[in-house]
């Protein structure tokens, strides 16, 4: 099975977006029922930079790829839907 | 700290004895649980490396997948555990003088707010279970009322037993107000007046 490699990113976008769609629900929440203690500021921090540092270690890693490349997935895998 | 924030429809007079949330190590296990599951497929990428004949090379298609598949992984797991803080962090059981309110945040779309009326109270029950609980001293404090209705359960909050007493005493002095205010009665005692600042967080 082969595909091109930019399929990775696309799917990795939608992964981010999924991901900041969730994570502004659960903003929403603290802001509207929780209270804005050290608490809740220091979780909020932690949350931001742990995200950060994932996405932007992603971003890094991914300026050197050569997007045009593809990709074989189970090439050791034969497929064989005849009937005999 | 503005503990009222938690409900904003009080009543007049109306104070907060105590805000009570469960106790540290319910989120304690979702800690550790988030622990291995950062660990552990570093380990068995680890073990992986070390017995198959896959190297890792920085730009090769499978390394870009395993990469980008970490990368959604790590961040849905940080997301999940932030879940977990935040669905802690949003229960809290609210004991006035008058009333016992229950905000219970149930994943990500479902807020439950309950109350019951402090002297409508018939039994307070405080219940330890198990040597971890006894050692860190948290448990479960149900509240019953009339037989019909479902009851209140504080579980895994901090010191359930002085709770259960604060509550027991809680319902005497909103009893002891109430026969004082009905007409003839003979009993006026200073005592049932509720205590002004009581308020601890647990």
Known sequence: MTFPLFVILIIYIVVIIIYLIFSAVLLYHIFRFGYWDSSTRLMVFLYFIGSLVIIIATVVYAIDIDWSDSITLFSNIEFNFSID | ?202
């Open chain 2, 1 to 202: 700290m503005d503990p009222y924030k938690y409900f904003p429809d009080r009543r007049v007079n109306e104070k907060i004895v105590l805000l009570l949330r469960r106790h540290w190590h319910s989120i304690a296990k979702y800690f550790l649980v988030f622990i291995l599951q950062i660990i552990l497929p570093i380990i068995i990428f680890i073990v992986f490396l070390q017995f198959s004949e896959f190297t890792w090379e920085k730009g090769s298609p499978i390394s870009v997948l395993i990469f980008f598949g970490a990368s959604s992984y790590y961040l849905f797991i940080w997301l999940f555990f932030f879940h977990h803080w935040i669905d802690y962090y949003l229960d809290v059981w609210v004991v006035t003088d008058q009333r016992i309110i229950n905000i219970e945040q149930k994943g990500l779309f479902s807020r439950t707010i309950s109350e019951l009326n402090i002297e409508k109270i018939q039994d307070v029950t405080s219940e330890v279970k198990g040597k971890l609980a006894t050692l860190l001293k948290f448990g479960d404090v149900h509240i019953q009322t009339a037989a019909e209705e479902k009851r209140f359960i504080f579980s895994e909050i901090p010191e359930p037993r002085e709770v259960a007493a604060r509550i027991v005493e809680l319902h005497r002095e909103a009893e002891r107000k109430i026969r004082a205010h009905k007409p003839g009665s003979q009993l006026h005692d200073d005592k049932s007046s509720v205590e002004s600042n009581v308020s601890r967080t647990f």
